[in-house]
């Protein structure tokens, strides 16, 4: 008997339509298209993580290399609740086009968010963007020509790196210690580059639990971050997403409320407080600045989602947001505490790493003679993953280092994820150390006989 999705005249259902298959790539194939390509991509970077998005999705990889916030702690409820009175009291409205700066009772939300931070920016100042890497693209489509300077920090933000090089910023990056940007070093690259008659188009930086090194720049360091900024007539691109994610010590003023907003540009997103998948971000900008943004914005994507602004205004309408963001801070310190002992525990003694008070993310370095891009590839055979250092980077430095996520896994496959990890480092140092001769130190016994490292924890 012939099943009905069979029958003649019956449409197959989508999943059992024939697909076309692409024919092979050729070299004639390449040129037809290569005489089309803007000269930008030739230049263009692709994102470390986007590039890991594929293998992390399955389930047996431990990925320790998002900067994904664990959305799962949002009340489902709540969410619910808020969708249903947009479907019954606004659902035209929440699924027409909107204005391109975003709704004025969007700004509000942001406007609470950024006053918890001890910043008072006018409303007008504001334009909603679609999260935050958005607003990194629009400010530098906005400012930067092809060979402009452009600085920021070592390293820096791994999604931010793609963006300053499609638009062929010449990009300058300054070291960062355990107190953030290092200052003095900044200074004199801007006399270099002011004797050389070149002018920065703008100062790139994440002071607050940085991403992805996980430290915070000092107060004496941001104050003098903005004078040299008065000094110098250079913009300041502060990117802010973790500012309230703070775990240990007392917040640092931002850098827009020590400036005031004439030299600094001030970006935030909900990603990291709320949801990455609303996809709300915002900078916050001279109103000159703000006009071309604006434009820029017009020519990306006409406006941010409705739908989800609308979400936005339902969720802190209920006034429990700051709330939600104390039980993430309770969650996130535990699990930062989680990993830092796994890295007691299973990374040799030749490393090192940060101790963040806050954000996201714990960046190891490892012996020089160990190149994590290369280490990647074998931890992935061990189903883990996390971020090379070199894509925090525009010149090939950060070979040994890797940046690690701790907020999107429970403790114990954090602590799983490690020890594997782990285990492939000392793998590497073991056979440097035998093909070299050097002493290897070995790992302390625990009270119970057994070795650091050794112990494996159970999966759910």
Known sequence: MTE??????????????????????????????????ARRTQVMRSSAMRDLMAITARPEVISLAGGLPDTSTFPADSF???????A??????????????????????????????????????????TGGQQAIDLVTKTLVNPGDPVICEAPTYPGAVPTFCSYE????????????MVIDELEGLLR??????????FIYSVPSFQNPAGVTMSGERRRRLVQLAREHEVLICEDNPYGLLRYDGDPQPTLYSLD??????????????????????????????LEKIGLGKQAADLCTSTLTQYFVREYFAEGRWREYIGDLVEIYRDRRDAMLDALERHFPEQAEWTRPGGGLFIWATLPDYIDTTDLLAKALRENVAFVPGRAAYVDGRGGSSMRLNFSASGEDVLREGIRRIGGVVNEQVALYESITGEHRIEPEEGEDGGVHGGDVVPLP
């Open 169 to 180: 910023a010449d990009v300058h990056q300054v070291r960062t210690d355990d107190d953030g």
């Open 260 to 289: 005031g907003g004439d030299y600094v540009l001030y970006l935030g997103t909900l990603s990291k407080i709320l949801s990455p998948g609303i996809r709300i971000g915002w900078v916050a900008a001279p109103p000159p600045v």
């Open 88 to 129: 019954h009291e606004s659902s035209a409205e929440a699924l027409q086009y909107g204005p391109t700066e975003g709704f004025e009772e969007t700004k509000a939300c942001i406007v609470e968010v950024m006053e918890e931070e001890g910043m008072v920016p006018d409303p007008d100042d504001l334009i909603v963007t």
């Open 4 to 37: 009905p999705s069979e029958q003649e005249g019956q449409p197959k259902r989508p999943d059992e339509r024939p697909r076309r298959r692409r024919a092979h790539t050729t070299s004639r194939d390449l040129e037809r298209y290569t005489g089309l390509f």
């Open 192 to 201: 270099e580059l002011a004797a050389a008659g070149r002018r920065p188009k």
């Open 80 to 86: 619910a609740a808020q969708m249903t009175r947009i």
